[in-house]
C-alpha cells in the first residue's frame, strides 16, 4: 500500500472500499447480460445497447454509468466502447475471460457479511469444508480460475522447458480443471499427464483437457489428495497449484514429503500459489486473499517466501527458487 496516501487524506478510498461490493454486483450484472460482448468491437449508445442486451432502458443507463465509473468503458459523445482490459478479460468466449470468477464472488456476498464473526472467532464461515469430497463447489470454482492459470502454466512450462524435456510425466496434485496438463500436453507431444482430484472435478479436467486436443495422454486418479499415497519415483514433476493456502502447514509439509517420495531422482515439484513477502507488507492480492482461506478454510491462509523455504528443505528438496509473476501468482521450484 503507498503510505504517501495517508500525508493528505480524502475519502476516495475508502468510498470505494465500502462500495466494492456495488463494484461486484455491477461487473456480475455486465457479463451476465453479456453487455460487454454486446459492446465489443464497436462504440454503441445507450439505446443501441439496451435494444443488443434486451436490459430495461433505465438499468441500462445505470449500467453503463457504473461500468464507466470502473473504468471498464470509455465514453465519447454517447457511445461506449470496452477498455482494452474489459475486451481482454469480460468479453465471454475469449480464453481469457475471467467472468465466471465475478459471478461466483457475488454468491459468496452473504458469506462475507459474516466476516467480522470469523474475525473474532478464527473460524470459517461457509458451510462447506475443503475437505468434503466431490462438492460442486470445485467443479465450478476450477472452471472459473482456469483462465487466470493458463499464463502462469505457460511460464512454468516454459521454464522447465516442457516442450523439449521428450518423454516426460507429471502428477497434477489437485489439478482441477487440468489447466497445466493441457497446456503442458500441447507443449510436449511426447509427454503424459496425471491428475489426483475428486472424481467429479476430474470429469471436468477430462473435458477442458480434451478441448486442447491432447486428452489421449491425460490420465486421471479420483481420490483425496491429503489422505491418498501420489507413488513413488513415477513423475518427472509434480504440480501443486492453489492447493497449499488451503492448509495448515503441518499438511503442506506432508505434502510436499509426498511429493518428494513421487518424484523420480532430479525431479521437480512446481508450487503455484498466493504468496505474500516476507514482512507480510507486500503482494496485496495476497494479503487480501489470507480473509478468503480464513472465511472458507479451517487451516489456510496465505504463506510467507520463508514457510515454502523452510516446509520444503524440511522435505527434503535442497534447491527451492521463488519467482513471481506478473499477476498476482508466484511460482515455486524445488529439487
Ligand atoms: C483452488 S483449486 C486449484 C485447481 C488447480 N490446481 C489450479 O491451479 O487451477 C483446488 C483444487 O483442489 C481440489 N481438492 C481440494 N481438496 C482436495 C482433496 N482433499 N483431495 C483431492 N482434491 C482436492 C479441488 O477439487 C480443486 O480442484
Request: aromatic share 10%; charged share 15%.
Amino acid at each position: 500500500m503507498d503510505q504517501n496516501q495517508n500525508q493528505n487524506p480524502t475519502p476516495e478510498r475508502i468510498m470505494q472500499y465500502f462500495t466494492g461490493s456495488w463494484a461486484t454486483a455491477i461487473l456480475s450484472a455486465a457479463t451476465t447480460h453479456n453487455v460487454f460482448r454486446a459492446i465489443e468491437g464497436g462504440a454503441w449508445t445507450c439505446d443501441e445497447i439496451t435494444n443488443k442486451t434486451g436490459l430495461a432502458p433505465r438499468g441500462a443507463q445505470a449500467l453503463l454509468d457504473g461500468l464507466t465509473g470502473l473504468g471498464l468503458l470509455t465514453v465519447k459523445s454517447g457511445k461506449y466502447e470496452n477498455t482494452a482490459e474489459a475486451s481482454t478479460y469480460l468479453v465471454a468466449g475469449k480464453p481469457t475471460y475471467l467472468g465466471n470468477i465475478v459471478k461466483s464472488a457475488v454468491g459468496s456476498f452473504a458469506d462475507w457479511a459474516k466476516y467480522p464473526d470469523a474475525v473474532k472467532t478464527g473460524q470459517p464461515i461457509c458451510e462447506f469444508n475443503t475437505d468434503t469430497a466431490n462438492h460442486p463447489f470445485w467443479a465450478e470454482l476450477v472452471t472459473a480460475i482456469a483462465p487466470l492459470s493458463v499464463p502462469i502454466a505457460q511460464a512454468a512450462a516454459q521454464r522447465l522447458g516442457i516442450a523439449k524435456a521428450g518423454a516426460c510425466s507429471w502428477l497434477d496434485v489437485g489439478g482441477g480443471s487440468g489447466v497445466y496438463s493441457a497446456v503442458w500436453l500441447a507443449a510436449n507431444p511426447k509427454a503424459q499427464a496425471t491428475q489426483l482430484d475428486w472424481s467429479n472435478v476430474n470429469e471436468v479436467a477430462k473435458g477442458f483437457v480434451g478441448g486442447w486436443g491432447v486428452g489421449d495422454r491425460f490420465t486421471t486418479i479420483d481420490g483425496d489428495l491429503t489422505k491418498d499415497d501420489w507413488g513413488t519415483a513415477k513423475y518427472d514433476y509434480v504440480v501443486y497449484s492453489h492447493i497449499a493456502h488451503m492448509y495448515a502447514a503441518a499438511t503442506n509439509v506432508s505434502n510436499f514429503k509426498k511429493a518428494r517420495q513421487a518424484l523420480k531422482a532430479g525431479g521437480t515439484l512446481v508450487i503455484n500459489d498466493f504468496v505474500v513477502d516476507n514482512d507480510r507488507a507486500g503482494m496485496p492480492f495476497a494479503l487480501l486473499f489470507a480473509s478468503n482461506m480464513l472465511i472458507q478454510t479451517n487451516d489456510g491462509t496465505t504463506y510467507r517466501d520463508a514457510d515454502y523455504h523452510t516446509w520444503l528443505n524440511e522435505a527434503g528438496f535442497r534447491e527451492v527458487n521463488v519467482e513471481r509473476t506478473p499477476g498476482p501468482a508466484t511460482l515455486i521450484y524445488a529439487r
